[in-house]
T-cell receptor
Framework: AQSVTQLDSQVPVFEEAPVELRCNYS??????LFWYVQYPNQGLQLLLK??????LVKGINGFEAEFNKSQTSFHLRKPSVHISDTAEYFC??????????????FGKGTLLTVNP | NAGVMQNPRHLVRRRGQEARLRCSPM?????VYWYRQLPEEGLKFMVY????????ESGMPKERFSAEFPKEGPSILRIQQVVRGDSAAYFC?????????????FGEGSRLTVL
């Protein structure tokens, strides 16, 4: 069974500061990895995804994430955040085998609050 | 530019009533998935449907919950005799084919409150 752990439930930062949201996964098989953002009372929007290839993945809104197989991590980063980045961020994984990769496993989410 | 459409966005029910949540997938998508988000939890898979077929319902509670995706019309998640523990956000997602990589397109969710 796979699991996804987001180590921080809340991350407060000041505007224009850098931010890192941490995500670790556990799986007996290789995985595809995703970061989703959920703005208040809205649905999930895909920020970025790692499928294969380069371990540094760039997404929308200036976010990027690095896949680290040895540390089983997929941390999300942004060098300078804006007030509008305030939202809940979810890390998710799907198995790269067995045909059931529609079953995303989500972390519990990290609430990023950007203060002026 | 229609994405995955869900309605109602908010639904309030009293214990014992029925809740029906609807999902219209993106244009060209014939695969639909329902996920549930309990308070302060991540989303959890419930069911995967194609037109007129349930492919995988391994995440559905054994009782009171059912899902369908008829040949015509939206997919419907039905919860009979709701209880307070059913209060959650229910998200629908779709994909054009069975996803090879797990990439799904999510709707805005239906938030069910059971009084």
């Amino acid at each position: 069974a796979q699991s996804v752990t987001q180590l921080d439930s809340q991350v407060p930062v000041f505007e224009e500061a850098p931010v890192e949201l941490r995500c670790n996964y556990s799986s007996s098989v290789s995985v595809y990895l995703f970061w989703y953002v959920q703005y208040p009372n809205q649905g999930l929007q895909l920020l970025l995804k790692y499928l294969s290839g380069s371990t540094l993945v760039k997404g929308i809104n200036g976010f990027e994430a690095e896949f680290n197989k040895s540390q089983t991590s997929f941390h999300l980063r942004k060098p300078s955040v804006h007030i509008s980045d305030t939202a809940e961020y979810f890390c998710a994984a799907s198995m790269n085998s067995g045909g059931s990769n529609y079953k995303l496993t989500f972390g519990k989410g990290t609430l990023l609050t950007v203060n002026p | 530019n229609a994405g995955v459409m869900q309605n109602p966005r908010h639904l309030v029910r009293r214990r014992g009533q029925e809740a029906r949540l609807r999902c219209s997938p993106m244009k060209g998508h014939s695969h639909v998935y329902w996920y549930r988000q309990l308070p302060e939890e991540g989303l959890k898979f419930m069911v995967y449907l194609q037109k007129e077929n349930i492919i995988d319902e391994s995440g559905m509670p054994k009782e009171r919950f059912s899902a369908e995706f008829p040949k015509e019309g939206p997919s419907i998640l039905r919860i009979q005799q709701v209880v307070r523990g059913d209060s959650a956000a229910y998200f629908c997602a779709s994909s054009p084919t069975r996803p090879n990589t797990g990439e799904l397109f999510f709707g805005e969710g239906s938030r069910l409150t059971v009084l």
